[in-house]
């Protein structure tokens, strides 16, 4: 079930790295406590406890599974490369949308890291996608579900950590 290699921040590899390890140590151990305690009721066929410590030991289970085939095929950007004067991911982009006279910042990011609600949005996404390699002062439009927005490029920076 390859996913085919991945793009990753350094921050976001970390954060798969962190979220790995916790869901193989402590949270591993409290379900196997939860289970324990549940077994401890008894008869196990009519046991609500015993059966909802088991679902979460499998949704923990799976989640391992993922973040370990995530981790597998991450290929971490290498920051120190990145032409700041140019968008890539790992920039920081603030734009002008032009027709909503609003200023926006937007963090480029690998597609499993993206967030809109943090401003971190996916260089695959048609804004992110539409922003890669541009620079400060280009115009573009970009095609967007509910239209098209046409924007200005004010400052690139390298994303800080």
Known sequence: MSKGKQMYTQQ???ELVDELHYLKHEKR???????????????LSENSEYDE????QAKNEARIKELEELLENAVIL???TIDTSVISLGSTVKVLNIDANMEVTYDLVGSNEANPLEGKISDQAPIG???IGKRADDELEVEVPN?????K??????TQG
């Not at 410590?53 to 979460?56: L, S």
């Not at 490029?153 to 390298?158: D, G, H, I, Q, T």
């Open 78 to 80: 290498d920051e120190s």
């Open 147 to 151: 239209g098209t927005i046409r924007m």
């Open 29 to 43: 151990e409290k379900i196997k406590n939860d289970i324990a305690v549940a077994r401890s009721f008894g008869d």
């Open 153 to 158: 490029v004010l400052e690139v920076s390298r």
């Open 12 to 14: 976001g590899y970390q």
């Open 53 to 56: 410590a088991r679902n979460e």
């Open 129 to 131: 996608a539409a922003l």
